[in-house]
């Protein structure tokens, strides 16, 4: 399964920025939950936000939450997430995933598929 996340980039603290992520396969995101998870350097890979598979049901990390927003777009096999009043700490490699079931949580053991990540730098 091909997963593509991009979108990131440099932008200053207080901006925002769009990624996406695109899953060749169509049939394998559509009745799966999907999430994005972030990794700093030095640090471990964090929860930012997970969508069931109707894009009814999302969670949030706790420090991206009122912040960032995850939807999905199944026809066009796309997930997506919104990232408002980024902050320093916020730089980090971001990376979207499948869940192994149509609503998966916070924890990166409940997902099957990984991309290649993006780079989000936010600057002072």
């Known amino acids: 399964v091909q997963l593509q996340a991009y979108g990131g980039g440099l932008v200053q603290a207080g901006g925002s920025l769009r990624l996406s992520c695109a899953a060749a396969v169509r049939t394998i995101i559509s009745n799966n939950a999907m999430g994005w998870f972030r990794q700093a350097p030095g640090k471990e890979r964090e929860f930012v936000a997970s969508i069931g598979w109707k894009g009814y049901s999302r969670s949030y990390g706790g420090s991206v939450k009122d912040r960032f927003t995850i939807s999905r777009d199944n026809r066009e096999n796309m997930v997506y997430l919104q990232m408002n009043s980024l902050q320093p700490e916020d730089t980090a490699v971001y990376y979207c995933?499948?869940?192994?079931?149509?609503?998966?949580?916070?924890?990166?053991?409940?997902?099957?598929?990984w991309g290649h990540g993006t780079q989000v730098t936010v600057s002072s």
């Open positions: 995933a499948v869940g192994y079931r149509p609503y998966s949580g916070s924890d990166p053991q409940g997902y099957k598929y």
